[in-house]
């Protein structure tokens, strides 16, 4: 752990299972938490609010990210001024735009300049970034959460994106950017390399931290041994 604890890039856990939050709430290298409708509702959980309550109950000394989940513009602003009532470490994910398309510039600015802390997400372009660093109220503090992982998906290469955005967002000096939807523990090393402030991570890829250095030889070896174990489980013969 001694390579991970000397990162400067933040390592978020991303989740939505209780007992597992508060498992990585517990280790030092983990410096906050995000969730988002999505991670829930494959959790579970039917209560937003009493989820949300509870879990702010027992993490309260590390930032947490709830995200809206309206439509509506007006009603999206509703929802954030709540979700940030919740507490002092809470930041509001606000999404790019709506589902109609139309970007969330206004409500950002309205809710940055109430003194909001924002997590804004879902970000894929550079244009993105340029407009919404428009809007964010430099003396507040944010996340602009730019989605690494879904961009490598498509085969575009997202280490160019991210470090123009570190250089677009050096006019606010509270704001910071995320890597999001990492693919690979790599991504964590990447991320580091480039001065990126946070990465999120999931649990997939945080179960993976014990491979870091791992011997290459003895992976290999390792790699071998499950082939050949499958082979004779599965009783092939020719």
């Excluded at 946070?198 to 003895?218: A, F, G, P, R, S």
């Amino acid at each position: 752990m001694e390579k991970i604890n000397n990162l400067n890039v933040k390592i978020f856990a991303d989740g939505a299972d209780k007992s597992k939050m508060l498992e990585m709430y517990s280790k030092p290298f983990i410096k906050g938490l995000t969730t988002n409708p999505t991670l829930m509702n494959k959790a579970g959980i039917k209560d937003y609010k009493a989820f949300c309550l509870d879990i702010l109950s027992e993490i309260k000394d590390k930032p947490i990210s709830f995200e809206v989940f309206s439509d509506d513009f007006d009603d999206m602003e509703r929802q954030a001024l709540e979700i940030a009532s919740w507490g002092s470490n809470v930041y509001v994910k606000i999404p790019i735009m709506n589902t109609k398309r139309i970007p969330s510039y206004s409500s950002v600015k309205k809710l940055s300049e109430e003194k909001v802390k924002l997590n804004i997400t879902a970000l894929m372009t550079l244009n993105q970034v340029e407009e919404i660093s428009k809007v964010l109220n430099p003396k507040v503090p944010s996340y602009v959460s730019i989605f690494a992982g879904r961009i490598a998906d498509t085969g575009v290469d997202p280490i160019p994106l991210m470090m123009k955005s570190l250089s677009i967002l050096k006019t606010l000096p509270l704001t910071e950017l995320i890597w999001a939807s990492p693919r690979e523990l790599l991504n964590i090393f990447q991320a580091d390399q480039i001065g990126c402030h946070i990465i999120t991570v999931t649990q997939d890829i945080l179960k993976k931290l014990d491979m870091i250095d791992y011997d290459l030889n003895e992976y290999s070896l390792d790699t071998v041994k499950m082939f050949f174990n499958d082979a004779v489980v599965a009783g092939y013969k020719l």
